[in-house]
């Protein structure tokens, strides 16, 4: 079974540290995407990454950063969050037109 | 103009009631089209690829007009087990970009 794991389901943080949101697939995909979900705005895209060590951003880039060193993780990463970043967000890994979603993580930045 | 935009309802129907939601698209090179459903505080999942001939899954139905633009989902005999929130997903065209309109909210009622 397919399966994206995002491993911190919710996390409380203060204003300024530094936040890591993990997202693992086991399908070798090669496309994976990170989004935020907010009330009234939908799915947003973040950034998303075609391949290891590549990186694109999406709508809303600014304010974080991602890594992907091995295929099967794309990690999302708040250099120093923000109270605007509290929100809930969506890892997806994608194999042609077929979205897998993690079941995401739910950050509130206090 | 939003790339993919959808009534936020919510559509408030009784049970048994046909409810239908359309979803309108900006770039008309997009080929790939879907309607996903998502309860609340879950993530999405898909309910249905949209294909050029229109296609059915039970209650379900889903078209697509190329030449105004927007794809439409058809609920017969909503139950109560329906309501949720129903993301349009539309692919950007040229780029394997998968844009998702905000969503339409249905609860049904008994």
């Known amino acids: 079974d397919v399966k994206v794991t995002q491993s911190s389901r919710y996390l409380v943080k203060r204003t300024g540290e530094k936040v890591f949101l993990e997202c693992v697939q086991d399908?070798?995909?090669?496309?994976m995407f990170w989004y935020r979900q907010d009330p009234g705005l939908g799915l947003r895209l973040i950034y998303f990454?075609?391949?290891?060590?590549?990186?694109e951003k999406g709508d809303i880039p600014e304010g974080y950063s991602v890594s992907r060193e091995k295929k099967e993780r794309f990690s999302l990463i708040l250099e120093s969050a923000s109270t605007n970043q509290t929100s809930m967000y969506l890892c997806?890994?994608?194999?042609?037109?077929?979205?897998?979603f993690g079941e995401g993580s739910w950050l509130t930045v206090v | 103009r939003k790339e993919v935009e959808q009534d936020p309802g919510p559509f408030n129907v009784p049970e048994g009631a046909t409810v239908a939601f359309n979803c309108t698209y900006s770039?008309?090179?997009?080929?790939?089209f879907f309607w996903y459903r998502q309860d609340c505080r879950k993530e999405p999942k898909l309910l249905m690829s949209v294909y050029s001939s229109g296609n059915e899954d039970g209650r379900f139905t889903a078209q697509l007009n190329r030449a105004s633009q927007y794809i439409s989902l058809l609920i017969r005999d909503s139950k109560l087990s329906d309501s949720a929130t129903y993301l349009c997903v539309v692919n950007g065209g040229n780029t394997d970009k998968l844009i998702f309109g905000t969503g339409t909210r249905l609860q049904v009622f008994p």
């Open positions: 997806a890994s994608v194999s042609g037109n077929t979205i897998y």
């Open positions: 990454s075609y391949d290891v060590k590549m990186k």
């Open positions: 770039n008309s090179a997009s080929q790939s």
């Open positions: 399908m070798d995909h090669e496309n």
